[in-house]
């Protein structure tokens, strides 16, 4: 069974932070490439951020220098951390295993208010 847990999402005003995880089990986690996506009402849902089993990276262009991706191939989790946060940024992030069926997990909400 493949499971993807978010958490961390919650309510920050503009230029705050947060750190969101993800915990996943049933894949071995150390080798495969880890993703964040986010939807937002109405649209569809965007890739934030990637890193690869050996710790490459990319990024959506409006989120480079503000989030950082990472991981913890020991805790089989998944980080993102969010500093100087927009109103933009609202949306529910996904945890993605890629390559992975059925690998997303059931989102966390994060709001930026103004």
């Known amino acids: 069974q493949v499971q993807l847990v978010e958490s961390g999402g919650g309510l920050v005003q503009a230029g705050g932070s947060l750190r969101l995880s993800c915990a996943a089990s049933?894949?071995?986690?150390?080798?495969?490439?880890m993703g964040w996506y986010r939807q937002a009402p109405g649209k569809q849902r965007e890739l934030v951020a990637l890193i690869g089993s050996g710790g490459w990276t990319n990024y959506a262009d409006s989120v480079k220098g503000r989030f950082t991706i990472s991981r913890d191939n020991a805790k089989n989790t998944v980080y993102l951390q969010m500093n100087s946060l927009k109103p933009e940024d609202t949306a529910v992030y996904y945890c993605h295993a890629e390559r992975v069926p059925m690998g997303w997990g059931q989102g966390t909400q994060v709001t930026v208010s103004s």
């Open positions: 049933g894949i071995i986690f150390s080798i495969k490439a």
